[in-house]
C-alpha cells in the first residue's frame, strides 16, 4: 500500500513503445508515447490517482519496477509489448504482487499473428484490454478507480 493519501498507479511500457507516433501507425496508432503519458496523468488525476508511467526497452528494468510496485503501488496497469510472449521473469515478477494488475494492449494480438497470441502476462492479470489503442489506458485506469474503490 503506497504512503501518501492519493493512491498510486504504475504504468510501466514495454520495448519500442516509445517510438509511438513513428511506429505501424495503422496498428498502433498516431499517439505519441508523450501523448500516452499525458492521457495517463490527466485521466489519474480525474480519478484521484497520482500515476508513474515507465518505459523501458529492457527486460530487467520491467522487473524492477514491478518489484518497485510491491510496495509503492495500488495498482499497476502493463503493457509488456513484445516481452509479453516471452518473459517469464515478468511472469514471475507479477505473480509477487497483491495489487491489482491490469494488461493492455493497443493493437488486438488475438487477430494477429499466432506468436502474439500467448501472453505470459494474462494469467496474473484481473483484467485484460486489447485493441482500444490509446483508450485502453483510459478504461484501465477507470476500472482500477472501480476496483479500489471497493
Ligand atoms: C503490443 C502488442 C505486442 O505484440 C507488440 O510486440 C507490441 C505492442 C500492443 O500494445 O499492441 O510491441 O503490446
Known amino acids: 500500500m503506497a504512503k501518501s493519501s492519493a493512491k498510486t498507479i504504475y504504468v510501466l511500457m514495454g520495448p519500442n513503445l516509445n517510438m509511438l507516433g513513428q511506429r505501424e501507425p495503422e496498428i498502433y496508432g498516431r499517439d505519441t508515447y508523450q501523448d500516452l503519458v499525458k492521457r495517463c496523468e490527466r485521466d489519474g488525476?480525474?480519478?484521484?490517482?497520482?500515476v508513474v508511467v515507465q518505459q523501458s526497452n529492457h527486460e530487467g528494468d520491467l522487473v524492477t519496477w514491478i518489484q518497485d510496485a510491491m510496495t509503492r503501488a495500488d495498482g499497476l496497469i502493463?503493457?509488456?509489448?513484445?516481452?509479453?510472449?516471452?518473459?517469464?521473469?515478468?511472469h514471475d515478477a507479477l505473480r509477487l504482487l497483491s495489487i491489482p494488475v491490469?494488461?493492455?494492449?493497443?493493437?488486438?494480438?488475438?487477430?494477429?499473428?499466432?506468436?502474439?497470441?500467448?501472453?505470459?502476462?494474462a494469467p496474473v492479470a484481473r483484467a485484460v484490454i486489447l485493441g482500444c489503442?490509446?483508450?485502453?489506458?483510459?478504461?484501465?485506469?477507470?476500472?482500477?478507480?472501480?476496483?479500489?474503490?471497493?
Open 78 to 90: 502493463i503493457n509488456a509489448a513484445a516481452y509479453t510472449h516471452t518473459s517469464v521473469s515478468i
Open 133 to 150: 489503442g490509446a483508450e485502453g489506458y483510459s478504461f484501465a485506469l477507470q476500472r482500477l478507480s472501480s476496483i479500489l474503490e471497493n
Open 45 to 50: 488525476k480525474t480519478h484521484g490517482f497520482k
Open 102 to 121: 491490469i494488461e493492455v494492449h493497443l493493437s488486438n494480438t488475438l487477430a494477429r499473428e499466432p506468436f502474439r497470441h500467448h501472453s505470459f502476462v
